[in-house]
């Protein structure tokens, strides 16, 4: 991904905690371009997750791709499991990093990170686009997303110990998923579950009772945009997020795609992810 405008960056967190990063290869570019933050889902890294809107966006934008904790390399030997926790570290490594302000994209549980990390920090965080996630994975929208899918436990969904288990991730995850021979799974097993005690203990920390979730006040602005075929959180929930967050959110579907969007209609998504980078840039003229 070098040639992309990206690469890749350790950084130690805090002792015990160290992440991974993609960061922009041109130095000058971080003080010229917005950056944008991209926070991938549960069942892939960050850049295989975002690959196709890195080689999009990265003329025009710093981007920065970070491996959520127990992902890609990135990992701690602190007990926590939060989302808050995940939130923290990407926030104290983007400020290593030199980033002052950004716009976060993030997909399912980048998604929840992403809108943590806006409630924990509003001077940071200018504005949100998130796909195919929720604000908060409260007990009653865990059990809906679970029943659409035929899973009793996220787990058993996100953390495979089979081929078949492989495969069900992402044909579930997709609208239409093409056809591939048992060795692509089999790889993908073997080289994509490291951590599976840490990741199970993420999941468990996840879920929340009902009456333990307040809607936050978000000061930014919120785009949703979704896959309109998702199966785990279809549009329903993205219109219950739309109307939760109020007028400062807007949502777009993007018809044929399931909950991996991003990966299924690229080309739909950057555009309509372009559109919305560039009212950001207008709004900022304005004032």
């Known amino acids: 991904m070098k040639l992309a405008g990206v690469r890749p960056q350790t950084l130690e967190i805090e002792p015990g905690t160290v992440m991974n990063f993609w960061v922009p290869s041109e130095t000058d570019s971080k003080k010229s371009k917005p950056a944008v933050v991209f926070l991938h889902g549960f069942a892939v890294d960050g850049i295989i997750t975002w690959q196709f809107q890195v080689l999009s966006l990265a003329r025009d934008y710093a981007i920065y791709v970070p491996d959520l904790i127990f992902f890609g390399g990135s990992i701690t030997d602190?007990?926590?499991?939060?989302?808050e926790f995940q939130a923290d570290c990407v926030a104290k490594g983007l400020r290593k990093l030199g980033v002052k302000r950004c716009t976060l994209v993030g997909l399912s549980y980048g998604g929840m990170v992403g809108f943590k990390m806006a409630e924990l920090y509003p001077d940071m965080v200018e504005a949100v686009v998130v796909t195919c996630s929720v604000m908060a994975l409260t007990k009653s929208v865990s059990d809906a997303g679970l029943g659409r899918i035929g899973f009793s436990r996220w787990s058993d969904y996100l953390l495979p110990d089979s081929v078949k288990g492989v495969r069900d991730?992402?044909?579930i995850a997709a609208y239409e998923f093409p056809h591939l021979p048992d060795w692509i799974y089999r790889q993908y097993l073997e080289v994509m579950f490291d951590n599976r005690k840490e990741r199970e203990e993420l999941l468990e920390a996840l879920v929340i009772r009902d009456e333990d979730f307040t809607v936050p006040n978000?000061?930014?602005r919120v785009y949703l945009l979704w896959g309109a075929n998702d199966k785990i959180f279809d549009i329903d929930t993205a219109s219950d997020l739309?109307?939760?967050l109020g007028n400062n959110a807007?949502?777009?579907?993007?018809?044929?795609?399931g909950h991996l969007v991003q990966m299924e209609r690229p080309f739909m998504y950057n555009r309509q992810l372009r559109k919305f980078l560039a009212s950001l840039s207008e709004d900022m003229?304005?004032?």
């Open 218 to 220: 978000f000061p930014q």
């Open 250 to 257: 807007s949502v777009d579907l993007i018809e044929k795609a």
């Open 285 to 287: 003229h304005q004032d």
């Open 242 to 244: 739309n109307r939760q």
């Open 169 to 171: 991730i992402f044909e």
């Open 78 to 83: 602190k007990p926590d499991r939060s989302p």
